[in-house]
């Protein structure tokens, strides 16, 4: 079992930049590939980026060159860095887990995903 609390968003100017955290309570959190994943309004439920038990990165193209994902697996805790932020970054970001994921070449999609946070929201409007 695994709990999963996220915390870091807020609101935010255009060009601004927020770090996420994803805190881990449970055994094994090296075990677990992590992903961020986020919800506009009226949207379905959007993969941003995943790192697997073996640090393997990946980030949806929308996200990439302005999201820096990384994990210590001292603190059971991984963060997305998100710089040059922009409106269409909106949402509420949730972070979720999946143990036994040692490599991807991509976000998997959300149903394979077992554990997930509450969620923080990030707002980008000036």
């Known amino acids: 079992q695994l709990q999963l609390v996220e915390s870091g968003g807020g609101l935010v100017q255009p060009g601004g930049s927020l770090r996420l955290s994803c805190a881990a309570s449970?055994?094994?959190?090296?075990?677990?590939?992590i992903g961020w994943f986020r919800q506009a309004p009226g949207k379905e439920r959007e993969g941003v980026s995943l790192?697997?038990?073996?640090?393997?990165?990946n980030y949806a193209a929308s996200v990439k060159g302005r999201f820096t994902i990384s994990r210590d697996n001292a603190k059971n805790t991984v963060y997305l860095q998100m710089d040059n932020l922009e409106p269409e970054d909106t949402g509420v970001y949730y972070c979720?887990?999946?143990?036994?994921?040692?490599?991807?070449?991509?976000?998997?999609?959300?149903?394979?995903?077992?554990?997930w946070g509450q969620g923080t929201q990030v707002t980008v409007s000036s």
């Open positions: 979720t887990a999946k143990q036994g994921l040692f490599y991807s070449d991509w976000i998997l999609p959300a149903s394979e995903f077992n554990y």
């Open positions: 449970g055994n094994a959190f090296d075990k677990y590939a």
């Open positions: 790192i697997t038990e073996s640090g393997n990165i």
